[in-house]
Each structure stands twice: as C-alpha cells, then as structure tokens.
C-alpha cells in the first residue's frame, strides 16, 4: 500500500502537469513504478491472484485516471505492460471499482484538469 501512495503521487503529478518539463518526466517515473509491479504481480484479476486486497484497493482508483484521458497517452504508459494491464482492465470491470464513483465522474475530473491548467486538459 505504501508502494501504490507513492505511484499515486508520481501518476498525480503527470495527470495534473502544468508546465512541459514536469509533463515529460513524470510519465517515464510512473512507467518505472509500473514496470516493478510487473515483477511481482500474481496470476488472476487480483494483484495476489483471485482475491482481493487493499493493494487492489489502492490501485483501482489510480488506474481509473487514466482511463479518462487522451488515450494515446495510456498506451505510451501502459504498452509492454500485460500483466499490470490485464490487472488494470480487471479491475475496471469489477462492480464495487465501478460503483465507488458517481456517473459524472469523468466529467468531474476532466473538469478538474481544466480548472487547473493540466497540460491534458487539451
């Protein structure tokens, strides 16, 4: 859970970017994070295979992010990835992932990037 705390502030930082300089590093740092996840990943929808965690937990909500924005942006981040994106996929799909948010929850949060000038706002 600490690993998915700090990931989360690496994807937050890159989804909330401003300027150029932050945009262009922080997805590599993120990559990074997701690629040490890859090791260790268990088989099954679940980070430790068939049952859910906390660890799942931490991560749905961050995976949800990026299903929000630019699309070629994702695959930049997720590509060469298959079982963190298997696991990314799986957890969309699960009913308690999908209802913890309200249905304008997109909106909302393209909206947020808008009020804050991210880069991917565009």
């Known amino acids: 859970m600490e690993y998915g705390t700090a990931t989360l502030a690496e994807a937050w930082q890159f989804l909330n970017a401003k300027d150029r300089t932050t945009a262009d ?30 660890v799942d937990a931490v991560f749905a909500p961050l995976f949800q ?11 930049m981040i997720f590509q060469g990835l298959p079982r963190v994106s298997l696991w990314r996929e799986a957890l969309a799909l699960r ?28």
């Open 25 to 54: 590093a922080k997805p590599a740092a993120f990559r990074n994070r997701l690629e040490r996840l890859e090791d260790v990943l268990g088989q099954g929808a679940n980070f430790s295979g068939s049952t859910f965690s906390m």
């Open 65 to 75: 992010y990026f299903d929000l924005i630019n699309p070629t942006v994702t695959q």
């Open 95 to 122: 009913e308690s992932v999908v209802a913890a948010v309200g249905r304008d929850y997109s909106h909302r949060f393209k909206q947020h990037l808008v009020e804050h000038q991210a880069i991917l706002a565009d």
